[in-house]
């Protein structure tokens, strides 16, 4: 998997999924669920630095080297 994730978009990821998370907590019934399984998906996506529909939008936020 190429990393198409750069580094800017993985710190919003990251504060995105802590605020889902913590909607998570306050939330009760269905939405709980939703909400952990968004941030759980922003992280995943945030530590390995690979978004699937980016891919396929051939989206990559990860500078280019010279």
Do not use: H, Q
């Not at 750069?6 to 995105?16: E, S």
């Not at 669920?33 to 529909?53: D, E, K, Q």
Request: proline share 2%; charged share 15%; with cysteine.
């Amino acid at each position: 998997m190429e990393k198409n994730i750069g580094t800017v978009d993985k710190i919003i990821r990251i504060i995105l999924a802590v605020v889902c998370a913590y909607f998570g907590f306050v939330m009760n019934g269905i939405w709980m669920y939703v909400f952990y399984i968004l941030s759980a998906v922003l992280l995943i996506t945030a530590i390995t630095g690979f978004c699937l529909p980016y891919k396929w939008l051939k989206i990559s936020t990860v500078k280019k080297s010279k």
